[in-house]
């Protein structure tokens, strides 16, 4: 949801105002200047998660962790242990069409080296106001 704020000048700076219906017109009736502006939503975030199987070698997974997930050697093979040993760890954060993008990567790389492995994305829930 978009927030409109009211901008006022006072003393020859541009206060904004949180806008509230009909003061705005108020305002400018008694001959503030007024101006309006909308600020816009932040996008939502996706959190790629990548999914055990007892089929795809390690270094493979770790070789796409470096590649489409830019993970240091530590880092990817860090992840790729907590997702041999808990089933499902987080490659990464991201909007919803650069999450999509590394999963189609990670997925067609997977199938054209006849690797089961599988990536999944899911709302990332922190830091969201609805």
Same mark, same amino acid.
């Given at each position: ?15 904004? *105002? &949180?806008? =509230? ?5 108020? /305002?400018? %009736? ?8 909308? $600020? ?23 070789? *796409? &962790?470096? =590649? ?5 050697? /530590?880092? %990817? ?8 040993? $808990? ?44």
């Amino acid at each position: 949801m978009k927030k409109n704020f009211t901008w006022i000048l006072q003393d020859r700076d541009w206060l904004p *105002v &949180l806008q =509230s219906g009909e003061d705005s017109q108020n /305002d400018a %009736a008694l001959g503030l200047a007024v101006k309006t502006k909308e $600020r816009t939503k932040k996008p939502s975030m996706y959190k790629v998660l990548m999914l055990n199987d007892d089929y795809t070698p390690m270094e493979f997974v770790i070789y *796409v &962790l470096e =590649s489409f997930f830019n993970k240091s050697t /530590d880092e %990817a093979t860090r992840i790729m242990l907590h997702v041999h040993q $808990r089933g499902i760890g987080l490659c990464g954060v991201f909007t919803y069409e650069v999450a999509e993008t590394k999963v189609s990567q990670t997925m067609d790389l997977a199938r054209k080296h006849d690797h089961p492995l599988q990536c999944t994305i899911e709302k990332d829930g922190i830091g969201e106001e609805d």
